[in-house]
Nanobody, 127 residues
Framework: QLQLVESGGGLVQPGGSLRLSCAAS????????MGWFRQAPGKEREFVAT????????YYADSVKGRFTISRDNAKNTVNLQMSSLKPEDTAVYYC????????????????????WGQGTQVTVSS
C-alpha cells in the first residue's frame, strides 16, 4: 500500500524556519515526481513546490520562490521542504504528493497530476 507521511510542522514566529519531511512506504520514490501543496482554511489547495524524479528540475510557486527549497533523497525514500523567512500567509496544512512519471525530468504544479497524497502537517506562522 502506497503511503506518504509528512512531519516537521509546527508553530513558528514570522521570519523563522521549518523543515518538512515526507517519508514514503510501500513504494519507491525513484519513479515519481514529487510535490508539496498547501491548503489554508477556506481556500483551495495550492501548489508550493515540485521536484523531478532525480532532482534535476525544481519549480516553485511565486509566493515561496527564494524562501523555500525542495529536495529529495531517493536512497532514503524521502522528500523535504526547507522553509525560511516564513510569513503569516504561509500558515496552512502542507501536503506531500507523488506523481508517477516516465520522464526523469518532469515536474508538475497541477493537483490532479498527483496520484498519492499524505495526510498533511500543520504549519502555523504567528507571533
Amino acid at each position: 500500500q502506497l503511503q506518504l507521511v509528512e512531519s516537521g510542522g509546527g508553530l513558528v514566529q514570522p521570519g523563522g524556519s521549518l523543515r518538512l519531511s515526507c517519508a514514503a512506504s510501500g513504494f519507491t520514490l525513484d519513479y515519481y515526481a514529487m510535490g508539496w501543496f498547501r491548503q489554508a482554511p477556506g481556500k483551495e489547495r495550492e501548489f508550493v513546490a515540485t521536484i523531478s524524479r532525480i532532482g534535476v528540475n525544481t519549480y516553485y510557486a511565486d509566493s515561496v520562490k527564494g524562501r523555500f527549497t525542495i529536495s529529495r533523497d531517493n536512497a532514503k525514500n524521502t522528500v523535504n521542504l526547507q522553509m525560511s523567512s516564513l510569513k503569516p500567509e504561509d500558515t496552512a496544512v502542507y501536503y506531500c504528493a507523488a506523481s508517477a512519471s516516465r520522464s526523469a525530468l518532469r515536474v508538475s504544479n497541477v493537483v490532479t497530476d498527483y496520484d498519492s497524497w499524505g495526510q498533511g502537517t500543520q504549519v502555523t506562522v504567528s507571533s
